[in-house]
């Protein structure tokens, strides 16, 4: 029986539970410091048992996952190294962050245990043990950060692990992966709140910002909705990274400034097509299922009975609908419908069809 235990039960940590809880040969410990977090644990059948007890946790245990916010990453390698742990425990973390937890653990770490960063490319801007799925890491590129003098036979041990994720495991230097991270999804953090709290400043004179922010807008803040104190313990921790990259940052937005002051459409148009290429060769969406969607905006007529004739017209073509949000319905605009799909062919289909009767934007 391999034992597996888990610090940190939230989004991350209890989407680990969920991939091995129940299969044979696997047992799983979910660690809180709140008896009422163990209760529910055990109530939403997420791990085989949960306890407050770090001691009795990693009794045992394999493999260690550390899922806290990564300002109490460090703190828990601390305490781990003061309790007898399995020869051969392999510990590991998924903070979104990986230089200074992968130097301090090798700098803490007692002999006869591993420590191997890691950090799972998906994720959502949701929190909480409610929000895990045992599909969120499918297809999704899992980060792990060895340092130096790490057997390969211990990385490719918790590799093997891993597999039951059914992530595409990669090996990157902890200082690159910081900076990669920091510029793909640190800095799409900051902008997309910056944008948010600007908009926010402007509607508080005219509420008609809030009612006409549409797809766009919607689109690019949806992470300004992520969890304030995982955000700041991993901002505050990639700071000289960021720091560097807001100042890159604002030389782009400078470009803006110029191409917008000297009315040059070429120039403007240039950026776009320059990001849209870049854009566009982008790996396939390879998220998890939380956010693996291929969405169709639809617009309709604010009348009863108009999901109904939408969801029929699908389902006599047979085509899979995955969700279906109502973005805006109120008397005085159109509603708009976001239709969710698995993959794109079924999201072709389904614009060709309902375009014949509505307005369908992709
Ligand atoms: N949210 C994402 O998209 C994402 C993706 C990849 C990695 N991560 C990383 O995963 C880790 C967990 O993030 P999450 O999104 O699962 O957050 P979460 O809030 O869903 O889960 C965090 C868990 O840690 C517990 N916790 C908080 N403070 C604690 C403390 N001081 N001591 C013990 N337990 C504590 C919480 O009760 C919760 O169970 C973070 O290090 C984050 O950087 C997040
Ligand atoms: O999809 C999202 O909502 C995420 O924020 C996931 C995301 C990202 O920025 O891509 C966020 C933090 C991580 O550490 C890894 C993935």
Same mark, same amino acid.
């Given at each position: 029986?391999?034992?597996?235990?888990?610090?940190?039960?939230?989004?991350?940590?209890?989407?680990?539970?969920?991939?091995?809880?129940?299969?044979?040969?696997?047992?799983?410990?979910?660690?809180?410091?709140?008896?009422?977090?163990?209760?529910?644990?055990?109530?939403?059948?997420?791990?085989?048992?949960?306890?407050?007890?770090?001691?009795?946790?990693?009794?045992?245990?394999?493999?260690?996952?550390?899922?806290?916010?990564?300002?109490?990453?460090?703190?828990?390698?601390?305490?781990?190294?003061?309790?007898?742990?399995?020869?051969?425990?392999?510990?590991?973390?998924?903070?979104?962050?990986?230089?200074?937890?992968?130097?301090?653990?090798?700098?803490?770490?007692?002999?006869?245990?591993?420590?191997?960063?890691?950090?799972?490319?998906?994720?959502?801007?949701?929190?909480?043990?409610?929000?895990?799925?045992?599909?969120?890491?499918?297809?999704?590129?899992?980060?792990?950060?060895?340092?130096?003098?790490?057997?390969?036979?211990?990385?490719?041990?918790?590799?093997?692990?891993?597999?039951? *994720?059914?992530?595409?495991?990669?090996? /990157? @230097?902890?200082?690159? #992966?910081?900076? $990669?991270? &920091?510029? !793909?999804?640190? =800095?799409?953090?900051?902008?997309?709140?910056?944008?948010?709290?600007?908009?926010?400043?402007?509607?508080?004179?005219?509420?008609?910002?809030?009612?006409?922010?549409?797809?766009?807008?919607?689109?690019?803040?949806?992470?300004?909705?992520?969890?304030?104190?995982?955000?700041?313990?991993?901002?505050?921790?990639?700071?000289?990274?960021?720091?560097?990259?807001?100042?890159?940052?604002?030389?782009?937005?400078?470009?803006?400034?110029?191409?917008?002051?000297?009315?040059?459409?070429?120039?403007?148009?240039?950026?776009?097509?320059?990001?849209?290429?870049?854009?566009?060769?982008?790996?396939?969406?390879?998220?998890?299922?939380? *956010?693996?969607?291929?969405?169709?905006? /639809? @617009?309709?007529?604010? #009348?009863?009975? $108009?999901? &109904?004739? !939408?969801?029929? =017209?699908?389902?006599?073509?047979?085509?899979?609908?995955?969700?279906?949000?109502?973005?805006?319905?109120?008397?005085?605009?159109?509603?708009?419908?976001?239709?969710?799909?698995?993959?794109?062919?079924?999201?072709?289909?389904?614009?060709?069809?309902?375009?014949?009767?509505?307005?369908?934007?992709?």
């Amino acid at each position: 029986m391999t034992k597996i235990a888990i610090f940190g039960v939230g989004l991350i940590g209890g989407s680990l539970a969920l991939c091995y809880k129940g299969k044979p040969d696997f047992t799983v410990v979910g660690h809180s410091p709140n008896p009422n977090s163990v209760e529910k644990l055990l109530k939403r059948n997420v791990v085989d048992h949960a306890t407050t007890d770090m001691a009795a946790a990693v009794d045992g245990a394999d493999y260690i996952f550390l899922c806290v916010p990564v300002g109490n990453l460090e703190e828990y390698v601390q305490k781990l190294m003061k309790l007898p742990l399995k020869q051969g425990c392999i510990i590991t973390d998924v903070g979104s962050t990986k230089a200074s937890i992968t130097e301090s653990a090798a700098a803490h770490l007692k002999e006869g245990y591993y420590f191997i960063g890691g950090h799972p490319m998906a994720g959502s801007e949701r929190h909480g043990v409610e929000a895990a799925s045992s599909h969120l890491y499918e297809n999704a590129f899992y980060v792990l950060t060895p340092a130096e003098g790490t057997p390969q036979a211990e990385v490719d041990r918790l590799t093997n692990l891993l597999s039951h *994720t059914k992530a595409q495991i990669v090996q /990157v @230097d902890a200082r690159e #992966h910081d900076d $990669i991270v &920091g510029a !793909i999804s640190h =800095l799409p953090h900051i902008i997309a709140v910056a944008l948010v709290n600007q908009v926010r400043s402007y509607n508080e004179s005219n509420p008609l910002y809030q009612n006409l922010a549409a797809g766009g807008f919607r689109d690019i803040t949806r992470i300004a909705s992520s969890e304030p104190t995982i955000w700041r313990d991993i901002l505050v921790n990639n700071r000289e990274v960021l720091l560097k990259l807001l100042k890159d940052w604002n030389d782009e937005i400078s470009r803006f400034v110029q191409l917008i002051e000297q009315s040059d459409g070429e120039g403007i148009a240039e950026q776009f097509r320059i990001a849209g290429e870049f854009r566009s060769k982008l790996p396939e969406r390879r998220k998890g299922v939380l *956010t693996s969607l291929f969405d169709i905006y /639809v @617009d309709v007529p604010d #009348h009863p009975g $108009i999901i &109904g004739s !939408i969801t029929s =017209l699908l389902g006599n073509a047979r085509i899979n609908l995955s969700n279906i949000q109502i973005i805006e319905s109120r008397e005085d605009v159109p509603g708009i419908l976001r239709l969710s799909f698995r993959n794109q062919e079924e999201a072709d289909r389904a614009s060709e069809l309902l375009g014949k009767e509505y307005a369908v934007h992709v």
